[in-house]
């Protein structure tokens, strides 16, 4: 039980830090680390879309990234909660 705890949370960080990444990559374009960004864009722009399509851009500011994290944080919660629930 403490191993699915652990996977599921070290799962959801990473996530999390992936989309950190790459907002602070969308920020500063740093030719070095196109790939980086290329890599870490391929993974978060599947959930970011369809945010995008739902709430769009606000005075040029774009806030997928910080709904997505809400509700990534919402679903490690509910999965926890779940976890201990059928423990």
């Known amino acids: 039980m403490r191993f699915l705890y652990y996977l599921i949370t070290a799962t959801f960080n990473v996530y999390t830090a992936i989309v950190f990444v790459d ?10 680390l ?12 599947p959930l970011l879309a ?11 500011l774009d806030f997928s990234p910080a709904i997505l994290l809400i509700l990534i944080n919402l679903l490690e919660k509910l999965l926890l909660t779940l976890l201990f629930w059928f423990a």
Do not use: D, K, Q
Not at 50 to 60: D, E, Q
């Open 23 to 32: 907002l602070i990559l969308s920020w500063f374009p740093i030719r070095s």
């Open 50 to 60: 369809p945010i995008r399509r739902v709430i769009p851009t606000a005075l040029g």
């Open 34 to 45: 196109y790939r980086l960004r290329e890599w870490t864009s391929r993974l978060t722009e």
